[in-house]
């Protein structure tokens, strides 16, 4: 009987052990994914950010804005603008420059992102002309130079620049910024909508990205931080 205590007590003990070890292997792979998690989310300033330009998950104290500490130097550029010119982010060098992406098909987000722009502009004074405003397409085939400058005109959307190319070009320069866009089926007139990565871009004036502006962002808030980077 004493033989057969002391193997059901090994035996418990061995069953105890490896229950401990189980769940300490658990904890150490929890605890890894959490930080690789956290080290995603700070390396990846658009990893929280759906196309649609709300976050996923963020902390509720959470303003919408991400400053990108160190800067990240972005790659030159080359498109058309609605003046069917060609222009380079190279060109707007000593300029600060706030992008965003969208197309002027765009039933909502980007009509008011871009009315958001010229709120932006204007209530910059004469310091506007260190700011560069960026409208890139990410529907080139219908936007145009001629479609960008006539949309632009009836907006009054005076002294931001919009820009457009072929498709795999704009997908190229947008994969720094974590752009994506996709084009919906064409509905029975042959339209369709496309959906993309909402938000702004501030590059200094050195092209180097500074911060990132979540769609909803107010316009009070980039002013405050574009006023104070032109007087610095």
């Known amino acids: 009987m004493t033989e057969r205590k002391q193997a059901k007590t090994s035996i418990r003990r061995y069953l105890l052990r490896r229950i401990q070890l189980g769940l300490i292997s658990a904890l150490l792979v929890g605890i890894a994914a959490l930080a690789m998690s956290i080290a995603y989310g700070r390396i990846n300033p658009g990893a929280n950010l759906q196309s649609d330009g709300t976050d996923s998950g963020d902390p509720p104290d959470f303003d919408g804005s991400i400053i990108i500490d160190p ?25 600060y420059v706030l992008i965003t992406f969208g197309y ?24 506007r002309e260190d700011v560069a405003f960026l409208f890139i397409s990410v529907d080139g085939e219908r936007d145009t130079p001629e479609a960008l400058r006539n949309y632009f005109s009836l907006r009054e959307l005076d002294g931001i620049i919009g820009l457009s190319g072929e498709e795999d070009t704009v997908r190229a320069l947008g994969i720094d910024y974590g752009l994506s866009f996709e084009m919906t089926e064409l509905d029975k007139r042959g ?25 909803g962002v107010t316009p009070g808030t980039i002013v405050a931080d574009l006023e104070r980077l032109l007087a610095s």
Request: aromatic share 10%; charged share 25%; net charge positive.
């Open 71 to 95: 800067p990240l130097a972005m790659p030159d550029f080359t498109l058309r603008d609605q003046s069917n010119k060609s222009l380079s982010l190279s060109d707007l060098r000593d300029n």
């Open 104 to 127: 002027t098909n765009c039933p909502d987000v980007c009509p008011l992102t871009l009315n958001e722009f010229r709120v932006i502009r204007d209530s910059l004074g004469l310091s």
């Open 191 to 215: 339209g369709y909508l496309v959906s993309h990565t909402a938000g702004a871009f501030l590059l200094d004036r050195n092209g180097r990205w500074i911060k990132r502006y979540q769609f």
